[in-house]
């Protein structure tokens, strides 16, 4: 019996809090035996807690563990974190997303814990903070590298992104893609929330970094190409109200709809005809695996591991970030090209087994016990 605890800043919808879930929730059991710690969630996933309930799962919460950067708080969640490592006495800490990744690896080198395991789910070396903090975290990931048996990344371009600022050996890293439970996914039936022409979507947090933005702003020459297109923009976030306003400003407030937060997403993708994702910075994208089980053709941005993901354009075409005259014609190429569009889809259907939960699990499943068959880590 391999015990491991996961530790991740928040459980808030989005795809490191599904890739953690599903890792804590379904390895074989009793080979392992998982339990997890994570920060206040203030928007969690629908059916979170049951999730965890149901095959017993142990998860705690701390009050103090948070994604901002707040020294004293940071101290008490690294107290917090230390005796609870002390408590539960795992084999393996895996520790996910950046500051529960810096924190609690540092709480499990100071509590004992024989072997160390990060998920970054992507990284913050690009579009999410000031050029002065990138710098200080980066020092901080290169540090708690030292302290880590295997840093597992979504994609290949990840793990270089990583070693080309210095964080980690490369013989730490190993690439286990975030796992889509693709049986749920391909059996939606599509919905169709606007009537019309054809559907352009996009699912995101309405962050900075998803770079909705410059989808907006390419919105204008999509629609002077093809007019009757519409755009379905779902999820929410704190960037919701300087969209709404961007496309009113555009006068495309009846073109441009804002879900908000939906709990049938491979519904509304199913119902979608062309699928965007104009990110700053993306591990893998998630959605992407969901768009290609369902047959959609794909524009996305070459940032992170996305074009890996793609096929490096077999599945989708790719186009540069922060450039909305790539993104209408490359979105209007595949409105206006249906056999092109529909090569692509195909091609995603083909590739959208390799990012099974079945596949991502097995492969954690190695991982820890190549770990556990180690001296004790650094």
């Known amino acids: 019996m391999i015990r491991v605890l996961h530790i991740i800043t928040r459980l808030d919808v989005g795809g490191s809090t599904e890739n953690?879930?599903?890792?804590?929730?379904?390895?074989?059991?009793?080979?392992?035996?998982?339990?997890?710690?994570?920060?206040?969630?203030?928007?969690p996933s629908p059916g979170l807690a049951e999730s965890l309930s149901r095959p017993g799962v142990p998860w705690f919460q701390l009050r103090h563990l948070r994604r901002p950067v707040r020294p004293?708080?940071?101290?008490?969640?690294?107290?917090?974190?230390?005796?609870?490592?002390?408590?539960?006495?795992?084999?393996?800490v895996h520790t996910h997303s950046s500051k529960a990744g810096f924190l609690g690896r540092l709480a499990a080198r100071a509590a004992g814990v024989p072997h160390i395991v990060h998920t970054p789910h992507g990284h913050v070396f690009e579009g999410y903070f000031s050029p002065v903090a990138t710098r200080a975290f980066t020092v901080l990931e290169r540090l708690a590298a030292r302290w880590t048996d295997r840093i597992i990344t979504l994609s290949d371009e990840e793990a270089r992104d990583h070693l080309r600022r210095g964080v980690g050996r490369?013989?730490?890293?190993?690439?286990?893609?975030?796992?889509?439970?693709?049986?749920?996914?391909?059996?939606?039936?599509?919905?169709?929330?606007?009537?019309?022409?054809?559907?352009?979507?996009?699912?995101?947090?309405?962050?900075?970094?998803?770079?909705?933005?410059?989808?907006?702003?390419?919105?204008?020459?999509?629609?002077?190409?093809?007019?009757?297109?519409?755009?379905?923009?779902?999820?929410d976030g704190e960037m919701r109200p300087a969209l709404e306003a961007q496309a009113?400003?555009?006068?495309?407030?009846?073109?441009?709809?804002?879900?908000?937060?939906?709990?049938?997403?491979?519904?509304?993708?199913?119902?979608?005809?062309?699928f965007v994702l104009?990110?700053?910075?993306?591990?893998?994208?998630?959605?992407?695996v969901m768009a290609m089980a369902l047959g959609k053709p794909i524009v996305a941005t070459r940032v992170g591991g996305v074009a890996e993901l793609l096929g490096e354009g077999e599945a989708g075409l790719l186009v540069p970030p922060r450039d909305p005259a790539a993104l209408a014609d490359a979105t209007t190429a595949l409105l206006q090209d249906v056999p092109r569009a529909r090569a692509l889809a195909e091609a995603g259907l083909r590739r959208a087994p390799r990012y099974s939960a079945?596949?991502?699990?097995?492969a954690l499943a190695k991982v820890y016990h190549e770990v556990m068959s180690n001296g004790r880590s650094g």
């Open 248 to 274: 009113d400003a555009f006068g495309l407030s009846d073109r441009i709809v804002f879900t908000g937060f939906r709990e049938d997403i491979p519904a509304l993708i199913a119902g979608m005809d062309v």
């Open 170 to 235: 490369p013989e730490q890293f190993v690439t286990i893609p975030s796992g889509v439970e693709l049986d749920v996914v391909s059996s939606a039936s599509p919905t169709r929330l606007l009537a019309g022409g054809p559907i352009v979507g996009a699912v995101a947090r309405l962050a900075p970094v998803k770079g909705l933005q410059y989808l907006i702003d390419a919105a204008p020459e999509i629609l002077r190409r093809c007019p009757d297109a519409r755009f379905l923009l779902v999820g």
């Open 358 to 362: 079945k596949a991502m699990l097995e």
């Open 278 to 288: 104009p990110s700053i910075n993306e591990g893998m994208g998630r959605v992407l």
């Open 20 to 43: 953690t879930v599903i890792s804590v929730t379904r390895m074989p059991r009793p080979e392992f035996v998982c339990s997890l710690i994570s920060g206040q969630t203030t928007d």
């Open 72 to 92: 004293v708080a940071d101290c008490l969640a690294y107290w917090q974190l230390r005796r609870a490592i002390r408590r539960m006495g795992p084999d393996i």
